[in-house]
């Protein structure tokens, strides 16, 4: 991502966490919504905006700088540590899952059984695991990305194997915007190679959606999961069939 995209997504967050709309935006910089909505699309910002911008932000060029630099810097794996106080507890690893997603404070406690003070606490826990940014008045800054892997073999690996991956597979999928898909094939280690490169690249593609869509009002976005697996495999109704070579 380059940096003035960075630094526009940036803004879009810091933006949705004070509550304010373009319009307001439009309204502080004495132009019309539709053209700040122009100025965002295109990243096409001055340094004299960028200012304003902060300025009705009430941060500095330097702290969105800062901020900007550390959302690049983001983890993209946690340590085993990280992981496992997380496995420990449901309600921490449910904050840390929202707060991926982009979800504020009060949508929390809105949508769980998570009053206030018990997000506080969550939300300190997880500033002190290095998982997030505690800034004030309850808000946050994200320092895991989008895209991470937990640790191989490690406790979420372990946590999504047991918990939701059957779970996730055992149900129907005859929702609307649900699909299943299942190819099987020989191929050749290109090919391989090249299905992997795919699929990494939608990974990422699809990471970046939900970072997009969290300018989104909550109601206006759904819960979705999304399984991408490949991996040398034959059924065992035709391995049972294998012919045993001498």
């Known amino acids: 991502m380059s940096q003035i995209k960075s630094v526009t997504l940036t ?32 990243n096409n910002f001055s340094l004299t905006r960028l200012e304003q911008i902060c300025q009705l932000l009430n941060i500095s060029l330097t702290d969105l700088f800062s901020l900007t630099e550390k959302q690049q810097s983001q983890l993209s794996q946690l340590n085993l540590e990280q992981e496992q106080q ?22 929390i406690i809105d949508q769980y059984d998570i009053d206030q003070f018990e997000a506080i606490r969550l939300m ?36 999504m194997e047991n918990e939701v991956m059957t779970k996730f597979m055992a149900n129907k999928f005859d929702n609307i915007d649900a699909s299943r898909f299942y190819l099987r094939g020989r191929y050749s280690q290109t090919s391989i190679d090249y299905i ?51």
């Open 124 to 159: 300190a826990k997880l500033d002190k695991l290095k998982i997030i940014q505690l800034l004030p008045n309850n808000h946050y800054k994200s320092l895991i990305a989008q895209d991470f892997r937990w640790q191989k073999n490690g406790p979420l690996e372990r946590f």
């Open 11 to 42: 803004l879009k967050q810091l933006l949705k966490q004070h509550k304010l709309t373009y319009r307001d935006v439009a309204a502080h910089l004495d132009l019309s919504e539709a053209n700040v909505k122009r100025v965002f699309a295109s």
């Open 196 to 246: 992997k490169k795919k699929l990494e690249q939608l990974t990422k593609e699809a990471a970046q959606l939900n970072i997009e869509d969290a300018d989104l009002a909550l109601e206006k976005r759904k819960h979705m999961g999304i399984l991408f697996a490949m991996r040398p495999w034959e059924p065992s109704l035709f391995e049972q069939f294998r012919r045993t070579k001498s």
């Open 86 to 107: 997380l496995v420990d507890d449901p309600k921490l690893l449910l904050v840390a899952v929202c707060i991926r997603d982009g979800w504020q404070f009060d949508e």
